[in-house]
C-alpha cells in the first residue's frame, strides 16, 4: 500500500524549531519530487518547499526562506523540513505530498502532485 506519513508537528512557542517528517511506504521517495504544503484555518493550502529528484534542486516560499530547510535522506525513505525562527503565522496543518521527479516554477501548486499524506499540525504559540 502506498502511503505517506508525516510527523513531528507540535506545539511550540516563537522563536523554536521543529523538524517535521515525511516518509514514505510501499514505494521508494527517490523517485519523486516532493513538497512540503501547509494550509491554516480559513486559508488556501499554500505551497512551502520543494525537493527535487533528479538534481536535489530546492525552492521555497518567500515567507519561509532563510528559516525553513528541505532535505532528503534517500536511505531512510524520508524527507525532512527543518522549521527555523517559528512564527505565529507558520500555525497550520503540514502535508508532504509526490511530484514528477524534477518541478521547475510550478513547484508551488498542489496540482502537479500525486500522492499526499495526511498532514501533521503545527502550532506556534506563546
Known amino acids: 500500500q502506498v502511503q505517506l506519513v508525516e510527523s513531528g508537528g507540535g506545539l511550540v512557542q516563537p522563536g523554536g524549531s521543529l523538524r517535521l517528517s515525511c516518509a514514505a511506504s510501499g514505494f521508494t521517495l527517490d523517485y519523486y519530487a516532493i513538497g512540503w504544503f501547509r494550509q491554516a484555518p480559513g486559508k488556501e493550502r499554500e505551497g512551502v518547499s520543494c525537493i527535487n529528484s533528479s538534481d536535489g534542486s530546492t525552492y521555497y516560499a518567500d515567507s519561509v526562506k532563510g528559516r525553513f530547510t528541505i532535505s532528503r535522506d534517500n536511505a531512510k525513505n524520508t524527507v525532512y523540513l527543518q522549521m527555523n525562527s517559528l512564527k505565529f503565522e507558520d500555525t497550520a496543518v503540514y502535508y508532504c505530498?509526490?511530484?514528477?521527479?524534477?518541478?521547475?516554477?510550478?513547484?508551488?501548486?498542489?496540482?502537479?502532485?500525486?500522492?499526499w499524506g495526511q498532514g501533521t499540525q503545527v502550532t506556534v504559540s506563546s
Open positions: 505530498a509526490t511530484a514528477q521527479p524534477f518541478l521547475g516554477s510550478s513547484w508551488y501548486d498542489d496540482n502537479e502532485y500525486d500522492y
